[in-house]
């Protein structure tokens, strides 16, 4: 189930959903994703579907992986120097977006998964990403400004930190709302406010505030 020809068919069912963008179509065929989670659904890795990843956590489904992804990028527009995500998981979106970018910067409130994403991110050879056990509402202030921030969970409203922390003319991808009620949203950074752009309906986990120290 890990095979090239299973890799292709989820290329294909993306490319038929609506994903254009042929750089986000390829990580997503070379990005292994059955080793982002646990050994017992290695079967289902290449199923367009969210997975649990433990912790109360998801690996999100692959289409919303490309989506968001392919939203940040804009093709056509100016490449993503600086680009933080909130919410690093298990690693698998940060493998898809971090070649496409020049360096990406990620935080994770739960320590141990980010021990993880970093030990598969590393045997993998990606080593434009930074990384920072933080609380995603605050961002990323040291390093801000960013040219996109993508964020994998979904708070009830955007936090202002990270609108704050866009650079002009850049880009925020984040699902936004609570329960079956999330919106993802790109929001655009422009001279007279912001843009805002509904991109469809989604499903998230909750993007929870603070810091979780017990999981050290």
Not at 109 to 126: E, F, H, K, W
């Amino acid at each position: 189930m890990t095979s090239a020809r299973t890799r292709e068919r989820l290329v294909q069912r993306l490319a038929a959903s609506g994903i254009r963008n042929a750089a986000v179509l390829e990580r997503v065929r070379n990005v292994p994703r059955h080793l982002f989670i646990d050994e017992a659904l290695a079967s289902r890795a290449y199923e367009d579907s969210a997975l649990p990843i433990g912790q109360g956590q998801t690996i999100s489904q692959p289409y919303i992986v490309a989506l968001m992804t392919e939203a940040l990028l804009q093709e056509g527009g100016r490449p993503l120097d600086k680009v933080l995500e909130v919410g690093t998981g298990c690693g698998y979106q940060t493998a898809i977006l971090a070649p496409l970018v020049g360096k990406l910067f990620t935080i994770e409130r739960i320590a141990s998964l980010q021990r993880a994403a970093r030990s598969r991110l590393n045997s993998l050879g990606i080593g434009n990403v930074r990384y920072r056990h933080g609380d995603g509402f605050e961002g990323w202030p040291g390093q801000a400004p960013f040219d996109a921030i993508l964020v994998a969970a979904a708070p009830v409203d955007v936090p202002p930190a990270l609108i704050e922390q866009l650079a002009p003319g850049g880009r925020l991808v984040i699902p936004v709302g609570s329960g079956a009620h999330q919106v993802l949203l790109r929001i655009t950074r422009g001279p007279g406010g912001v843009d805002r752009e509904q991109l469809g309906q989604v499903t998230f986990v909750p993007l929870v505030e603070g810091v979780d120290r017990a999981r050290r």
